[in-house]
């Protein structure tokens, strides 16, 4: 008898079968999808195909006179875009109806009529959203008068749009409104390729009320003329009857301005008087007693030798070493030496004799110059002390210790500024002009702040609470479009009157180094130009008989009588060579 035996289904076989099934399913579930988001297109497709024709019927089949957007040139009795419901489906239909001159009889002024209105292009587009994406269909239709062509009494209205070089600047937003015409305008054109945006058959008056605009870029417009802007630039446009009326609008890339606010350079010091041992971070067979640093003394017997250090130095804007200052005595067999230790990575090391010529062996002198030890190397430093006595009964004694050095920038929070552009919008009654760019803002915390979106613009910082000590763009901060700049504004104790004087070359360069005196009865104050060419002279009077002196190797000397300091003053002088 024969035994037959059966082989069951082993797990790897189950996994294998369940993953190829998973993967059919997966291409079929994948073709249905498709199919479906395929016939949500074509549906929605459809719809937009159906509502478009069915404007564009209705448009024919209104008067040539009426072929026009409300508020639009040429105006008439079509909606420029609504929204309508189909089949749970929103569309956006739009309507753009423009005059066009027709080559065949001549183009512009070389229109053998002299009218170029010939016929109106029609444009529908019905946009909507299917699959997430934003889809549309747009028909183009023309439509011309029964008879002769006719201007219809409007006139031509021409806007170019460029940017700061005078380049035409496309897709631009045009925004056209003019409450002054029946029915009102207020349409929404943009540009070509060539910057403009031209509409023949524009109603004849005025004030057409221009507003030009596009993403990421300044925005530029006509003005209204009242009791404020007088005399506005520019005002708004007229429209003539069979004349075209031009207007030229600048818009450019914005960019970014940063400004940052700083206390000038300054001496400071950090010293210890030996109140206690708390500034110290070694005291071996030292101690802080009365005031003063001593060795050890145990039942009237001082410790023959013995050391101190102080702890880390580390100003957090240190701009440069200057000195070492100790007040001490040392009695006769008694001596005191000081050395100079630096950070290593977390471990206090005596600077070397190449960058302090007799570090190694120490220093004896109460005054040691330290200006020659690099802040870039060397940000941190300890001071360190060495006792030695012959004497048990007597011992070296250190009172103070000072280490002096400058510091900053340090940056100033929270200041508050002011931007002022030198483009104008009009004059005022007093015939002033009206600033088109005044930015009002603030630095933050961190004595700084990013202004956004500025304009191309040359603009002038004044700042409240402070005045201003150094500022490298002393005339105006020059902002070009689609750009990212940063200005740097050093500041002083605010003065109610000051002087800050500007020493530039003939060609407008800054001059370093230069000689500043500035004299009157009873004041002598003098001070050497910056890298930015400015000097400050603060606490001043408001008098009128300063004198001003300004020299450098190489330049003749420029003196000035009767210098008149009131409030915030600021001066320019130029150097020639001598």
């Known amino acids: 008898m024969k035994k037959f035996y059966t082989r069951g289904f082993s797990l790897m076989d189950v996994i294998v079968g369940t993953a190829l099934l998973l993967i059919i399913f997966m291409a079929l579930f994948g073709v249905f999808r498709a199919s479906i988001a395929l016939t949500a297109s074509a549906k929605a497709r459809a719809g937009a195909t159906s509502l478009a024709v069915a404007q564009m019927e209705y448009i024919r089949s209104l008067t040539y006179a009426n072929t026009g957007t409300v508020g639009g040139i040429p105006a008439g009795l079509i909606d420029a875009d609504f929204d309508t419901t189909l089949n749970g489906r929103i569309y956006t239909t739009r309507t753009f109806i423009q005059y066009i001159d027709d080559p065949a009889d001549g183009v512009g002024a070389l229109d053998f009529t002299g009218i170029i209105t010939d016929y109106k292009k029609i444009k529908v587009e019905v946009s909507y959203f299917v699959n997430e994406r934003t889809k549309d269909v747009s028909l183009v239709s023309n439509r011309t008068p029964k008879g002769i062509e006719t201007t ?28 002054n015409t029946v029915p009102t305008v207020d349409l929404t054109a943009f540009t070509g390729v060539g910057g403009f945006v031209f509409l023949p058959g524009a109603a004849t008056s005025t004030g057409y009320r221009i507003t030009v605009s596009k993403s990421g870029y300044s925005t530029t417009a006509t003005y209204d003329q009242d009791a404020i802007n007088v005399s506005p630039r520019p005002r708004h446009l007229t429209v003539v009857e069979a004349e075209t009326t031009q207007g030229t609008f600048p818009i450019d890339i914005l960019s970014t301005l940063r400004v940052q606010t700083w206390q000038q350079i300054q001496n400071a010091f950090t010293e ?3 109140v206690n041992e708390t500034s110290l971070s070694i005291a071996s067979s030292t101690e802080a007693v009365g005031g003063n640093l001593v060795l050890t003394n145990t039942a009237g017997v001082y410790d023959s030798s013995g050391h101190a250090r102080s702890t880390a130095i580390a100003p957090t804007y240190v701009y440069a070493w200057d000195l070492f200052q100790a007040t001490s ?22 600077i070397p004799d190449i960058d302090l010529v007799g570090n190694s062996v120490g220093f004896s002198s109460q005054i040691i110059d330290l200006s020659g030890v690099a802040t870039s190397t060397y940000s941190s430093l300890y001071i360190e002390a060495s006792f030695e006595t012959n004497d048990t009964a007597a011992t070296p004694s250190i009172d103070e210790w000072r280490l002096v050095y ?24 007093d015939g002033l002009d009206i ?21 191309w613009d040359g603009y002038t910082l004044t700042t ?17 479009p689609n750009t990212s700049e940063t200005i740097n504004v050093y500041l002083e104790s605010d003065s109610v009157h000051s002087l800050r004087v500007s020493v530039r070359t003939d060609t407008g360069g800054f001059i370093e180094g230069a000689s500043v005196s500035l004299t009157r009865p009873a004041y002598n104050s003098s001070g050497a130009s910056t890298s930015c060419g400015q000097t400050y002279f603060g606490s001043l009077g408001n008098f009128t008989d300063y004198n001003l002196s300004v020299g450098k190797a190489g330049f003749i000397t420029e003196d ?14 130029i150097l020639t060579t001598s």
Not at 564 to 571: A, F, K, Q, R, Y
């Open 329 to 350: 005595t040392a009695p006769a067999g008694t001596s005191i030496t000081y050395q100079f230790l630096y950070d290593n990575a977390g471990t206090p090391t005596f």
């Open 152 to 179: 219809e009494g409007g006139g031509n209205l021409w806007i170019n749009v460029s940017d700061a070089l005078g380049d035409p600047v496309s897709s631009a937003q045009v925004h056209i409104q003019n409450p």
């Open 464 to 480: 409240s609470g402070y005045d201003i000590g150094e500022i490298c763009d002393v005339d105006d901060l020059s902002i070009n």
């Open 560 to 573: 000035i009588g009767s210098i008149v300091v009131s409030g915030d003053t600021e001066i320019s002088i």
């Open 272 to 274: 210890d008087t030996f």
């Open 435 to 455: 600033k088109k760019n005044i930015i009002q803002t603030a630095t933050g915390p961190a004595g700084w702040n990013e202004v956004l979106n500025i304009e």
């Open 406 to 429: 400058s510091e900053g920038p340090v940056p100033i929070p929270n200041v508050s500024f002011t931007l002022e552009g030198s483009k104008s919008i009009g004059e005022d009654i």
